[in-house]
C-alpha cells in the first residue's frame, strides 16, 4: 500500500495550542497501551513490539475487561506468553452482556484507567479501534490532558461501534488510519490533516511476520470442546458477535448461521462471541446447539494466539460470521468471506467478500459459492506489514498538540 501524512488539502493552519512536556528523559516518550480484548491485542501487538524496541520510546501497558476473563481466552496469559509484562491490570466488566452493563462498563473503566494513567504518567495514551473499552481509554486520557493516539479510526461499520469510533476520533490528538478512504474520512471530519497518518492496520504485520502454515497441534481437543478436527481436511471457520443496535436478536440471528452450518456438515472451527452486549443470547444458541448435535462437526474454541489466529483463517476454506477479520485479515490472505448481516455495514472490503442476510439458505448458499471460488488474490488495502514500525517513528517524532480546533479547510 502507498503511505501519506496529509491529503491533497492545503495545509494545516499553525496551531497555537499546548504541547505535552515529556515527563522523565527528555529524549524518551513514555507510551502507554490500554488492551482490553483478544482483537485489541492481535492489532496493536506489532507496535507493541516496535514501541519496546524503539530507542525513544518506553513501553507501558493495561491490560484490563475482557482480556483478563477466562470465558474470553484468558489474553492477559498470551500477552505475558508474548514477552509483555503489564504495569498494571483493570478489572472493569460489569456481569450481564446487555446494553446497561455495557455502558457500566464503560463508566468503570473509565474510573479505573484514570487511576492507572496517573500512577503511570504516560506522555501518550495509544488506543484501538472502536469499542466501548476504547471509549474509556479515550475519555481518561483526554480529560487528563494525555495526548491520545488512535489506530483504525474512519472506518465505516454497523452497530453503536460506528458512533464509538468517530467519538474516539474526535477525542484523539493523533491518527493512525488503516486505509486511503478512512484517512480522508478522518480528515473531513475536521482533524487537522498534519495529525493524520496512513500506517496501514498493524494485524497485517502479523500475517506478514508469522510462518502461515498449518501446524499439526493447531486443533488439539485440550483447547476447546467439541468434535475433534483433523487439519488435513478442509474447514470452515465461524466467528459471530452480537450486534449491540439488534440487541435482544442475538439468539435468531445465531440461529440462522447455525442452520447454514449444520447444513453444509463440513469441519468447523467455532471461536465464542465477544463480550458485546447480547453475548448471551448468541451464546444460549452455541450451547443449545452443542447439546443439541453431540455428532455435529464443530468444535468450539473460546481463543487462539494471534499467530495461531492466523494459521486457523490463512488455511481455512471459508470465512463466516460478523467479524472485522474476515475483510481486513480476509482481504490480505485472499480468503473466501461471508460477511453476515449488519454488523459490518459500509465497512471497505476487497473481492474475497460476499454478504449474506441472517437467513440459513441464504448463508448456505453463498458459503457453497465461496468454497467453490477458491482463494482471492490478496489485496493491501489495510496495511502491507510494516504499520508497527511507522506508528511507533510517529510516536517518537511528533509534535502533539493536547489543545485541538476543528480544522476544515
Same mark, same amino acid.
Given at each position: 500500500? /502507498? ?78 506468553? @508474548? ?108 482533524? $487537522? ?11 497485517? @504485520?502479523?500475517?506478514?511476520?508469522? @510462518?502461515? /502454515? ?50 453444509? @456438515? ?51 476454506? $471459508? ?17 473466501? $468471506? ?18 449474506? $442476510? ?52
Amino acid at each position: 500500500m /502507498s503511505t501519506r501524512k496529509t491529503p491533497n488539502t492545503p495545509a494545516s493552519p499553525k496551531r497555537a495550542g499546548t504541547k505535552r512536556k515529556l515527563n522523565g528523559s527528555p529524549s524518551v516518550r513514555k507510551v502507554c497501551v490500554v488492551v482490553n480484548s483478544r482483537a485489541n491485542y492481535a492489532r496493536i501487538k506489532s507496535v507493541m513490539r516496535a514501541i519496546q524496541r524503539h530507542n525513544r520510546l518506553e513501553l507501558q501497558l493495561v491490560v484490563g475487561a475482557s482480556a483478563l476473563l477466562y470465558r474470553y481466552g484468558n489474553v492477559v496469559d498470551l500477552i505475558r506468553a @508474548d514477552g509483555f509484562e503489564p504495569s498494571s491490570v483493570v478489572y472493569s466488566i460489569v456481569e450481564g452482556e446487555n446494553p446497561t452493563t455495557m455502558a457500566k462498563s464503560t463508566g468503570m473503566g473509565i474510573i479505573e484507567l484514570s487511576s492507572q494513567f496517573e500512577n503511570l504518567q504516560p506522555d501518550i495514551v495509544l488506543t484501538v479501534a472502536d469499542r466501548f473499552e476504547t471509549m474509556a481509554t479515550a475519555i481518561a486520557a483526554s480529560y487528563m490532558n494525555i495526548p491520545l493516539a488512535h489506530t483504525q479510526g474512519g472506518e465505516v461499520t454497523g452497530s453503536i461501534d460506528e458512533s464509538v469510533r468517530h467519538a474516539i476520533t474526535k477525542l484523539s490528538h493523533i491518527h493512525f488510519p488503516a486505509t486511503e478512504r478512512a484517512h480522508d474520512y478522518v480528515v473531513r471530519m475536521g482533524e $487537522a490533516p498534519d495529525t493524520v497518518h496512513l500506517t496501514g492496520c498493524p494485524a497485517i @504485520d502479523l500475517l506478514v511476520d508469522t @510462518d502461515l /502454515s498449518l501446524s499439526a497441534n493447531l486443533f488439539d481437543e485440550d483447547r476447546g470442546t467439541g468434535a475433534p478436527l483433523d487439519p488435513s481436511k478442509p474447514y470452515i471457520v465461524v466467528l459471530q458477535h452480537p450486534v449491540t443496535t439488534e440487541y435482544g436478536s442475538g439468539f435468531d440471528q445465531i440461529s440462522a448461521t447455525l442452520e447454514a452450518v449444520d447444513r453444509l @456438515d463440513m469441519q468447523t472451527v467455532w471461536l465464542w462471541p465477544n463480550v458485546d452486549a447480547g453475548s448471551d443470547d448468541v451464546s444460549k444458541g452455541l450451547r443449545m446447539y452443542r447439546e443439541e448435535n453431540p455428532e455435529a462437526d464443530v468444535h468450539f474454541y473460546r481463543n487462539f494466539p494471534a499467530e495461531d489466529y492466523a494459521r486457523l483463517i490463512n488455511n481455512a476454506a $471459508a470465512l463466516v460470521g460478523n467479524s472485522s477479520s474476515a475483510l481486513r485479515e480476509g482481504a490480505f490472505l485472499g480468503v473466501p $468471506a461471508v460477511n453476515v448481516g449488519t454488523r459490518q455495514q459500509g465497512r471497505e472490503h476487497a473481492a474475497n467478500v460476499r454478504h449474506a $442476510a441472517y437467513d440459513g439458505a441464504q448463508i448456505e448458499r453463498t458459503v457453497r459459492e465461496q468454497i467453490e471460488h477458491g482463494r482471492y488474490e490478496s489485496s493491501d488495502m489495510f496495511g502491507d506489514g510494516h504499520a508497527g514500525v511507522r506508528i511507533a517513528n510517529l510516536l517518537a517524532e511528533s509534535e502533539i498538540y493536547i489543545q485541538k480546533q476543528l480544522a476544515y479547510q
